[in-house]
């Protein structure tokens, strides 16, 4: 019995790889299909499953975050002085 529900399991994760075939495709085109599983989970009470791609690194990183927020102050900061700069000139 547990040989078969094995079996059947296996196959529906290479039916599920395999219909997420498109989507791998576009995340190895970006450079981001390293970053990425399924986590396959069956919904209670019907014969469905749900499949989630989540992100390979679950921690924080300070760094990369102080970087990004950073980052995000100086386009923000540039994109307001190119806004006034535009109101002067009209």
């Not at 094995?6 to 390293?34: A, R």
Request: net charge negative; aromatic share 16%.
């Amino acid at each position: 019995m547990i040989s078969n529900n094995q079996n059947c399991l296996e196959s529906f994760q290479k039916y599920v790889f395999q219909k997420l075939n498109p989507i791998n495709q576009i995340l190895v085109k970006y450079g981001l299909s390293d970053l990425s599983y399924p986590e396959i989970s069956k919904i209670p009470g019907t014969e469905q499953y749900l499949v989630v791609l989540y992100p390979e690194n679950d921690h924080f990183n300070f760094w990369a975050f102080l970087r990004n927020f950073l980052l995000l102050g100086v386009l923000t900061a540039i994109g307001y002085g190119v806004v006034e700069a535009v109101k002067y000139f009209l």
